[in-house]
């Protein structure tokens, strides 16, 4: 009894400790802004263009593109919404990427198509508010693929800019 006692009076101490510490500081902390969220989708590809190279190139571009006032949603929660919704690997019309947006809690979805012939990849790069199912801004660009990284940053920070 004595044991239950003292645990209940060291458990009261701390959370009084805790208490009297938060008030004592007098800072109120204000939300954060809301943030927009983002969602990137996996780039569509055709024929010359491996499932390997498309993550890559659209991994390139993600690892770039950083609007302002935008949150980007976790690639693998992106990619298992694709899953579960059955689009992972298909192609998707816009307003089934925008389904998948809204799915996500995303106001904007970012989506691409790869082409490649030969040595030169062709990447066209939309971003689409999903409310209106419009497009917000577009980015397209024919690259050697020595220039692929240097290429996808490029197009990444245009499109980031362009976004209000």
């Known amino acids: 009894m004595k044991k239950i006692s003292f645990i209940a009076m ?5 959370v009084c400790l805790a208490s009297c510490r938060s008030k004592k500081s007098g800072v109120v902390e204000s939300p954060r802004p809301s943030e ?12 010359n263009v491996t499932a390997v190279e498309a993550k890559d190139i659209t991994d390139h571009f993600r690892v770039n593109f950083r609007p302002a006032k935008y949150r980007l949603t976790d690639s693998d929660r992106v990619d298992k ?8 690997n298909k192609a998707m019309t816009k307003q089934q990427m925008c389904e998948v947006g809204r799915i996500l809690g995303a106001r904007l979805v970012v989506y691409g198509t790869i082409s490649k012939l030969m040595d030169e990849y062709s990447v066209d790069v939309q971003v ?20 692929c990284s240097k290429e996808m940053q490029s197009i990444a920070q245009r499109l980031a800019s362009k976004i209000k």
């Open 10 to 14: 060291l458990v009261l101490a701390v």
């Open 36 to 47: 927009e969220v983002c969602a990137v989708l996996g780039f569509q590809y055709g024929t």
């Open 81 to 88: 919404e694709l899953v579960s919704s059955g689009y992972k």
């Open 128 to 147: 689409v508010n999903v409310l209106k199912e419009t497009t917000v801004a577009f980015e397209g660009k024919a690259f050697q693929d020595s220039d």
